[in-house]
């Protein structure tokens, strides 16, 4: 997903030279942190900016969207309002899971309880830094999410602020799913957090985190961020990643995870939120018997525009991945999806599976699904497909035939048609929050 500048164009506005300068002077880092910050900025001033001339944002126009709007947080606590306003959130993941964090407008607002943690490290960035630098020094923005990819990761490299860092010692097994809340408050305006999780060999956890935003009264805002997951041998990880940001938010993410041999990950995303949402999801498999499970839950409505481009990788032989993203679409939005398995020539015995199905409920929406194969292998078994199609008026015919109103019945069509990516999910809670989500923006409760 690496992308080649092809003119020299500055940072976006709103981040310049002197901003950089200024932002590095307040965020007081050593120095191995701000010679990375240095390299990355060059790199963002080198990248041309996306156009519609590009291949990758040829379907995702962003030629509204006003960088000149926007600068990087400050290094302010947020009032006692807006952490307030994401109590509710709060309550509702430490109901379900274990112990957690929360970062409200880049800073963190509720540390985790390290008794709670099951032998594992779950702390905010800005801490780690500071007492977990021989990690962040390893694994931050090297080897997973590079600044070199394209000019979304050299930009969050150089901005990132707040995140979080789950690590999972050697052979540590944590019990209880673990969770991170990442809020974006009516008195802030761009948020670039990142979010680092590191398994090592036999390591086991579970991870929820999930992104909000309240309060704007329709002002724009913008999310930049990260998630770079790194698996070693055997560990075992089960991911769900829920954006709901709300639909004044430009987001753009870049989330990748590195598997090592017989290790393995299932992923959940729902993308939900957001004005406009262009994220790039991969997993790579380094290693000889590693595996990946990857589900995609999206649902726009009104002008949302999502789209997310996946790509299964797979680098050593022996290796599985099996990925199905579905999608609802609702008034005029639209859904974008791209997916791309790649199998290297010495990955023999792979087995790749993707999907893509989208259910269309209105004349104006639109989707867009372009899977796609690049195998180099002669040793594989690797399949793809995609559909898009409408209610079967069929079934609502015999829905209503029975007493059941037609808003209720393409209700229960909807959720029959999602079911088989919820029956894929290991956390109870993330399926149900995924099925509320998906009837809420039915319409129905």
């Known amino acids: 997903m690496s992308s080649t500048a092809s003119a020299t164009a500055a940072a976006p506005a709103g981040y310049s030279e002197d901003v950089f300068e200024a932002f590095l002077k307040e965020r007081d880092e050593p120095g191995w942190l701000v010679d990375r910050r240095r390299e990355a900025y060059a790199r963002l001033q080198a990248f041309a900016w996306p156009t519609l001339r590009d291949e990758e944002w040829r379907r995702t126009n962003i030629r509204a969207f006003k960088p000149a709007e926007f600068g990087p947080p400050k290094a302010t606590e947020p009032s ?18 274990g112990a ?9 607002v509720r540390k985790a309880d390290p008794s709670k943690l099951g032998g594992a490290i779950l702390v905010d960035l800005d801490a780690a830094v ?15 999410v590079k600044p070199s990819d394209d000019v979304i990761a050299a930009w969050h ?10 690590y999972v ?13 990442v809020g974006l408050s009516g008195e802030a305006r761009a948020d670039f957090s990142h979010t680092l999780v590191v398994l090592e060999e036999d390591a086991e956890a579970a991870f929820v985190r999930e992104t909000a935003s309240v309060g704007r009264d329709g002002a724009p805002g913008l999310h930049v961020g990260a998630l770079e997951v790194v698996q070693k041998a055997r560990s075992k990880f089960r991911l769900v990643n829920v954006q709901d940001w709300d639909l004044a938010t430009w ?8 598997i090592a041999a017989d290790a393995s990950i299932q992923w959940t995303i729902g993308a939900l939120g957001s004005r406009l949402s262009k994220v790039n999801q991969e997993v790579v498999l380094t290693g000889r018997g590693a595996d990946a499970q990857v589900n995609g839950v999206m649902f726009a409505t009104g002008s949302q525009h999502l789209a997310y481009l996946t790509r299964q990788d797979h680098q050593a032989p022996h290796t599985t991945s099996d990925l199905l ?10 859904i974008v999806w791209r997916g791309m398995i790649r199998v290297e020539k010495d990955a023999q015995r792979t087995d790749g599976f993707q999907r893509n199905d989208n259910l269309v409920l209105s004349d104006a929406a639109r989707s867009d699904s372009i899977p796609g194969l690049e195998i180099e292998a002669d040793d594989v078994r690797c399949t793809h497909g995609a559909t898009a199609g409408r209610v079967d008026e069929d079934m609502v ?18 959720e029959g048609f999602f079911a088989n990516v919820y029956d894929r999910v290991a956390l109870e809670p993330a399926r149900e929050t995924l099925a509320a989500a998906v009837a809420a923006k039915l319409g129905e409760s």
């Open 80 to 97: 006692a309002a807006a952490r307030a306003a994401f109590d509710p959130l709060w309550e509702k993941l430490a109901t379900h899971y």
């Open 100 to 108: 957690g964090v929360a970062h409200v407008d880049g800073l963190a």
């Open 130 to 144: 500071r007492d977990h630098p021989e990690i962040l020094k390893e694994h931050l923005l090297t080897d997973v």
């Open 157 to 166: 490299a150089a901005f990132w602020r707040g995140g979080t860092l789950l």
């Open 169 to 181: 010692p050697r052979g540590v097994k944590v019990e209880t799913p673990l969770f991170d809340l």
């Open 251 to 258: 987001n753009f993410g870049r989330e990748r995870a590195l």
């Open 325 to 334: 993203y579905k999608g609802g679409l609702k008034d005029s939005s639209r």
């Open 397 to 414: 015919f015999f829905c209503q035939a029975r007493g059941i109103p037609r808003a209720t019945a393409v209700r229960l069509i909807v």
